[in-house]
């Protein structure tokens, strides 16, 4: 999701502003490049400054703590817009009337459920893909999101990226949770011991990452 940090700079006179848009690196920036940065500067005339990161919400914190915000756009996982934008390090786009979609749907219905914020809008939907080594298993590789957390069939070091989003709903996944069910389980503390249990198994041999091209 795109975001602006609070307090980012403004300009006056209907001039366009010098914008720094922040995104992550490697095959997904460059085609934020094809499909957003180049068309904007070929339709504005205005270049814009990139600038990259790994994630999380410190970086937009300290900025705008320090009063000296950098970044006018940046693109956020959905957990950390949530988290900036309860913080209030994030300006409400609320009262931003956005354009109607390319049929004339009305903005608010030509989003998907969950892609609109009050600090923030969706620009993809995504999925996690598993990968492994088959020099590793030969003709009995992994197969499900149970086989990521069976240290014993699948023995060896887990790699996840440095970010909780979704691994609890992995582990309870993985330990026969109904998709339906996930959520529900996890506001309770028993659903939250329970992925916490599952998740023991693969601790000794974690390995976090966060940029792409680890």
Known sequence: MSASPLSAQDAGGGTIPNLTFTSWTGPYMR????????????ATGQRLTVAHYNGGIDEIRDQVESANVIWDVVDLTQADLLRACDAGLLEDISDIELPDGSDGTPAAEDFVAGALSPCGVGVIEWATAFAYSGAAFGDSPPSGIADFFDVETYPGARAIRNDPTVIMEWALMADGVARDE???LLETEEGVARAFDVMEAIRPGLQLWSAGRE
């Open 31 to 42: 085609s934020q490049m094809l499909g957003f940065v180049r068309p904007y500067e070929a």
């Open 182 to 184: 996930v959520y529900p």
